[in-house]
């Protein structure tokens, strides 16, 4: 009893690869470029402000404040959030 199985055949009970038919197709080779990963940053910095419970002075202070960290300490490899 003979199966054709793809490229494989059964032959009374026994399994062996058959002969291709005909000449396999080369398929052309596609190249693909891989994007660099991008880096990390170094570290993370988050500012939380409370605006609910500040009083107006305050807030323009600490907006100031944080203008000028933001300005003056953070370098390419920091990240910031602000929250409110």
Do not use: W
């Not at 038919?21 to 880096?39: H, Y």
Request: hydrophobic share 45%; with cysteine.
């Amino acid at each position: 009893m003979n199966m054709r199985l793809g490229a494989l055949c059964l032959v009374a009970g026994s399994l062996f690869q058959a002969a291709a038919q005909a000449p396999a197709k080369s398929e052309p080779e596609v190249v693909t470029e891989t994007a660099p990963k991008p880096e990390l940053p170094d570290r993370y910095v988050a500012y939380f402000f409370d605006d609910i419970h500040m009083q107006p002075g305050d807030l323009l202070q600490a907006r100031q404040a944080a203008n000028h960290h933001l300005d003056k300490a953070l370098d390419a490899g920091s990240r910031a959030g602000v929250f409110r």
